[in-house]
């Protein structure tokens, strides 16, 4: 069994920061991607970022450059900085671990508001 907690979201203004953290307890391998999505209301959900155990990372190209996302492998944790926040970045972030052909895993998703 694995087990994502995520934790982080909030209301903040436009222009704003805020910083998810993620972590994974369980049976838990040490290769891995973990990553964050995202589900904006009445939309699909989507990459925001991931990264590779070796720290290989890529982004949505429509928060390249304002979100990082980094990982403690000994804390198996996985953290996003978002910077610049804008009203479109408002949804409910979901933490994902994928250990395939292991499984994949989702946390429970912490909800993210920015106000203009």
């Known amino acids: 069994q694995v087990q994502l907690v995520e934790s982080g979201g909030g209301l903040v203004q436009a222009g704003g920061s805020l910083r998810l953290s993620c972590a994974a307890s369980g049976s838990i391998f040490s290769a891995n991607t973990m990553g964050w999505y995202r589900q904006a209301p009445g939309k699909q959900r989507e990459l925001v970022a991931r990264?590779?155990?070796?720290?290989?990372?890529n982004y949505a190209d429509s928060v390249k450059g304002r979100f990082t996302i980094s990982r403690e492998n000994a804390k198996n944790t996985v953290y996003l900085q978002m910077n610049t926040l804008q009203p479109e970045d408002t949804a409910v972030y979901y933490c994902?671990?994928?250990?395939?052909?292991?499984?994949?895993?989702w946390g429970q998703g912490t909800q993210v508001t920015v106000s203009s």
């Open positions: 990264i590779t155990s070796g720290g290989i990372t």
């Open positions: 994902q671990l994928d250990q395939w052909p292991r499984g994949t895993y």
